[in-house]
Structures are given as C-alpha cells and as structure tokens.
C-alpha cells in the first residue's frame, strides 16, 4: 500500500489541465515565460505606468515608467525575481509572477497579492508552496537563498523522503519541520486501489473516487498542527516554503487552511489551489508512469478539480461548522493566533 501510495504522490505531481496563469481576481499579473524574461499582463483597458525593484519596498519609483497597455516584456537574471507596482490614475497594485523559475521542483508559487474578504493583501515572498525538493539546481537553491527562506514544512512520509531527500542551499540557516501526512482511511484508499486496477474504469469513477478520497483528507488536520506552529513562531525569520511530493494535494489542503485562516474569500481559495494544473501540466507528458494507463483516466489522475477541494470544505463544515471552528477545535488556533497570522501574513 505504501509504494502505491508513492506511485500516486509522483503521478499526481504531473498535471495536463491548461488553464490561465493568473487568477481571476488578478487586474495585472506576471509570467515568468524563461529564466530570462517576465510577460505582464492586464485584464483592464487603457495603460499603466510600471516601475520595477528588486522587492516591493525597494520599488523604484524615480525610474522612467514603462508603459503597460496588454502585455510588456521585461528582462531579469536568471536567479533574480523582480517586484512591479503598476499606477493608472488613482491605483497603485504591486505584483509579481506566482509561480517562481525553479526548474527542480514542480509547482513552485507564491502566494502573495490574494485579497482577503476584509480588503487586507497577502504579503508578497512569505508565503510560497511547492511540490518534492530532491531534485533543486544549484540554481534553484540560489533562488531559495534569494528569496530568503528560513523554514520548509515537509509534508511527506518516510519512505518518500528517503526515496528523494530535500536539497537546501549549503552553509545557510534553514529550519526543516517534519508534518508527515499520509492516508489514513485504509478503506476509501483500498476501493481507490481497486478502480485503479479496473482495465474498464472509467473517468468518471476515477472522479469520484477522487473526491471521497479529498472528503477523508480532514481526519488527519491534527498532523497540520506543525505547520500553524512554524507559522506562529518563525513568522519573523523570513519566508516559509511548504511541500509534499506532488505540491498539489496534501499542500493544497494546507493552502487552503492557511488561506481560511487569513480570511481569504473561498472562491479565490479554490481558484488558488486550482492553479496546480497549470504550474505542473509540462511534466506529465514527460513521465514514463502515464504509459500504461488509458489515456482518459490520465487526464484525471494528473488533474485537480475544484470539486476534490469542496470535497474537503464539506466534510469540515458539516463536522465542526467551519474551517475556522475546526483548527480553533483540533489545533487550538483561536481569534488571538489568528489574528497574529493576519498580522505576520497580509498588509
């Protein structure tokens, strides 16, 4: 059941789903298209003045603008990120790409500039989540030190990380916390196993497996509380990368907690975690698992849906009333530790 397990984890990190790159609520986005050049775009009409800095505090505003009207082309090193704030008449939004270049590991994003229902931003370079970290460059580790990352959350089990330990950047101080989250309802994985051997399965099984499988996913919030802790204390000692093998499930669920906890509207919670087709759809077409299987259920077994994260928003409201009620329950995540991770987390 275990090397299954694993099997699953390294398939599901290969997604197909084409999608946009940006959210919905997104006015202005960045795409980080090679190591060398950023795209920005704009879903509202007329031109915006971009000025450009190496983080949002050092933006520099005393450069000539470039003009964005549709799309703008702007070069960077490889191992750099570039922050942009974009100004058209009294609006002034700070932005920059969401999915990092780090060629090493799948699904790399930051999840700054969400909006919260209460009008607050998620911080920019705080907050970032990705899929197995054994295979970073030595590039993308000097991505990690750039971008100042102090704790990694690991969410995978023994036998994953012995199979492929995380890389970190030699000589620096980094804080590894261990979350190890694995299927606990041996049940609804051993009817998953049976479909998955079917030869007549059809997608639409796959589908609802998949979403059963999500609903047990809240059983094991208690093996989260590491997460919230790290968050709680180790806020000031930089950014917090967060990873399981895929960077989709496990840590999507972990998003999407998180995310509640902010008071980021849950439209934009599910259209965050849907995002992970996008950021990991390249990888599929190169992975030699896929071979075997049919290519209809391919299509789902590499996707996310948004119906799979409902699945675990049901389950947890109709058990505890709310996201929040649940962590307050299980993990003692109460109104003044919440109001600490709004305070370390959004602006």
């Excluded at 099997?7 to 090679?34: D, G, H, K, M």
């Amino acid at each position: 059941m275990k090397k299954f397990l694993l099997f699953l984890c390294v398939l599901f990190s290969n997604q197909i789903t084409a999608q946009s790159v940006n959210l919905p609520s997104e006015l202005l986005w960045a795409e980080r298209t090679s190591a060398t050049k950023y795209v920005l775009h704009t879903q509202v009409k007329g031109k915006w003045k971009i000025f450009v800095g190496k983080n949002p505090e050092t933006i520099n505003w005393s450069a000539s603008a470039k003009t964005l009207k549709d799309s703008l082309s702007v070069d960077v090193l490889p191992t750099d990120r570039l922050f942009f704030a974009g100004v058209k008449k009294k609006d002034t939004l700070i932005f920059s790409e969401r999915r990092l270049w780090v060629e090493g590991a799948l699904n790399f994003r930051d999840l700054g500039g969400l909006k919260t229902a209460s009008g607050r931003t998620m911080a920019w370079g705080k907050l970032f989540r990705c899929g197995d970290m054994g295979q970073l460059t030595e590039s993308d580790l000097t991505v990690l030190k750039n971008i100042n990352v102090k704790n990694v959350v690991d969410f995978r089990n023994d036998q994953e990380v012995g199979k492929s330990p995380d890389k970190y950047p030699a000589n620096y101080d980094l804080k590894r916390v261990w979350a190890s989250i694995t299927a606990t309802n041996s049940q609804s994985m051993m009817k998953f196993y049976q479909v998955m051997g079917n030869p007549k399965a059809t997608p639409e099984e796959v589908e609802v497996l998949f979403e059963n499988l999500y609903a047990t996913f809240p059983d094991q919030i208690k093996n989260y509380g590491p997460f919230f802790q790290t968050l709680l204390e180790d806020a000031d000692r930089g950014a917090t990368l967060y990873h399981c093998t895929a960077g989709k499930d496990r840590t999507g669920l972990a998003s999407a907690l998180l995310l509640s906890i902010l008071g980021v509207p849950e439209e934009v919670i599910i259209s965050e975690y849907y995002l992970s087709n996008r950021y990991t759809k390249d990888a599929m077409a190169k992975s030699p698992m896929m071979a075997s299987l049919k290519p209809e259920l391919v299509s789902v077994l590499a996707g996310v849906k948004p119906e799979y994260i409902k699945s675990s928003l049901k389950t947890i409201n109709e058990k505890y009333g709310s996201v929040l009620k649940m962590l307050e329950q299980e993990l003692g995540i109460g109104a003044a530790e919440r109001q600490q991770l709004i305070d370390f987390y959004t602006y």
